[in-house]
C-alpha cells in the first residue's frame, strides 16, 4: 500500500512538472510570435508599413466625437467641421514645422544610407490628403535653406510666402471655428475651448 502511494505521488509529480513546463513556454513563445508577427496593412508589427492612417483619423474622429457626446447623427455635421478646425490650427500655428524639424534636421545636415544617400526624410502627408498652401511654402522655404547658396534675397522671398499662407489659414480658422461654433451646444462649446479648438 506504501509502495502504490510513492508510486502514484511520484505521478502527480512528473505531472506537475510537464504542465508547468508548458505554462512557462506558452507566454514565451506568445511573446515571439507577437515580435515576429505583421502589423496592420501587412507590414511587420511596430513599422511604417504597418501604419494605417485611415485607421488612425477613424480612431481620431470617434475619439473626438465621445468626448464631445455627439450623436451619430450630430456628428454628420460637427464632424467635418471639427477635423476642419484643427486643420487649420495646425497650419497657422506651425505646428507642422515641429515635425518637419524633427523629421529633416538643421540645414546642411545629411544622413541616411543606401541609394538615395545624403537626402533627408521628409514628413509624409497621410495617403488621399492633398498638400497645402501652408505645406507647400515651407517645403519650399526649406528646399532654399537646404541650398547653402541660396541668397538673402531668395531666403527673404519664400520666408514672405510662408508668413502670407498662415496669415491667410488663420483667417479661414475664425471663419471655421466660427461655422463650428453655430451648431454647438453650450457643453460642446466649453469641451472644445478646453482642448483649444475654440477661443
Do not use: H
Not at 35 to 49: F, I, L, V
Not at 72 to 89: A, T
Not at 161 to 175: N, S, V
Amino acid at each position: 500500500m506504501r509502495k502504490k502511494a510513492i508510486t502514484v505521488g511520484m505521478v502527480v509529480c512528473v505531472v506537475a512538472l510537464a504542465v508547468g513546463g508548458l505554462a512557462i513556454a506558452q507566454p514565451q513563445g506568445g511573446r515571439q510570435g507577437r515580435r515576429q508577427g505583421t502589423g496592420p496593412g501587412g507590414g511587420p508589427a511596430g513599422r511604417p508599413g504597418g501604419f494605417d492612417p485611415a485607421r488612425m483619423r477613424e480612431m481620431r474622429s470617434q475619439r473626438l466625437k465621445q468626448q464631445l457626446g455627439a450623436s451619430d447623427q450630430e456628428w454628420q455635421v460637427m464632424g467635418p467641421r471639427v477635423l476642419k478646425v484643427m486643420e487649420l490650427n495646425r497650419q497657422s500655428s506651425g505646428m507642422g514645422g515641429m515635425a518637419r524639424m524633427f523629421m529633416r534636421g538643421r540645414p546642411g545636415q545629411r544622413g541616411g544610407q543606401g541609394p538615395g544617400q545624403g537626402d533627408r526624410q521628409r514628413p509624409q502627408r497621410p495617403q488621399g490628403r492633398e498638400q497645402s498652401a501652408v505645406e507647400k511654402a515651407a517645403d519650399q522655404l526649406q528646399t532654399t535653406l537646404e541650398n547653402e547658396s541660396a541668397s538673402p534675397e531668395e531666403i527673404k522671398k519664400q520666408l514672405t510666402t510662408l508668413r502670407a499662407e498662415r496669415e491667410k489659414a488663420k483667417q479661414e480658422l475664425a471663419k471655421a471655428q466660427q461655422e463650428l461654433r453655430q451648431i454647438c451646444t453650450l457643453r460642446q462649446e466649453a469641451q472644445l475651448v478646453l482642448m483649444g479648438m475654440l477661443n
